[in-house]
């Protein structure tokens, strides 16, 4: 298996535009995770899936932010429209059994 | 809650050990050890389940006393290839997801 697959791997766009980060979770895992990585704040979860559904999503930090996993091996997440603060790594995992998380390489955004 | 992880960073020559702790004011259901070398994405190294459980492979171990709500992962002999910095993440197991620490920084010297 390839792993975690993200795309696209950098971002750079203006302040105001939409921002879309897609993820492919290893085939068979049931859990899905989108994470933000600054040096400020650390590694914060966004949203968890669980089948397809999203059950947790109290780390959205905001209304700008959603997200999406319309089956089991595609998931999308969104910013719109994106702000210079949102510049980070985001980080997309996935799991089978509650325990070990396969992270994908992360994609670096930054919002000018 | 986020957990807390001491020290912040730590420097040491190949073949020292070093102790990375984290504790958390709340109960800690299973802890999670991750590895993140930089630019690259965490890694898995092991979880603990329960209190007094005892895990390790290589040269890495980590113990987790559940009373006093800490973890702490232990490098023996440590090589270069240890270099990273070191998260542990605690949640409940049902719920899956998991908050980390702010990480531990750890060089290894020739």
């Known amino acids: 298996d390839a792993g975690v697959i993200q795309s696209p791997r950098h971002e750079v766009t203006e302040m105001g535009q939409e921002v879309t980060l897609r993820c492919k979770p290893i085939?068979?895992?049931?859990?899905l995770f989108w994470y933000r990585q600054t040096m400020m704040r650390g590694l914060e979860l966004l949203i968890y899936f669980n089948n397809n559904v999203p059950i947790d999503d109290s780390g959205m930090p905001e209304d700008r932010f959603s997200a999406k996993m319309p089956n089991a091996s595609f998931s999308t997440l969104k910013i719109q429209p994106s702000e210079p603060r949102d510049s980070a790594v985001y980080f997309c995992a996935s799991s089978f059994a509650p325990t070990e998380a396969f992270f994908g390489q992360g994609t670096r955004l930054t919002v000018v | 809650q986020q957990p807390v992880q001491s020290p912040q960073a730590v420097i040491l020559r190949e073949g020292e050990d070093a102790v990375i702790n984290c504790s958390s004011s709340?109960?800690?259901?299973?802890v999670h050890w991750y590895r993140q070398k930089h630019g690259e994405a965490p890694v898995f190294l092991m979880i603990?389940?329960?209190?007094?459980e005892q895990k390790g492979h290589d040269k890495i171990s980590a113990s987790f006393n559940e009373k006093k709500q800490q973890s702490s992962l232990y490098l023996t002999a440590s090589q270069l290839s240890y270099s990273g910095t070191y998260f542990c993440?605690?949640?409940?197991?049902?719920?899956?997801?998991?908050?980390f620490g702010s990480g531990t920084q750890l060089t290894v010297l020739p």
């Open positions: 709340k109960a800690l259901y299973s």
């Open positions: 603990l389940l329960k209190g007094g």
């Open positions: 993440g605690t949640g409940r197991l049902s719920a899956r997801q998991l908050t």
């Open positions: 085939s068979g895992h049931n859990s």
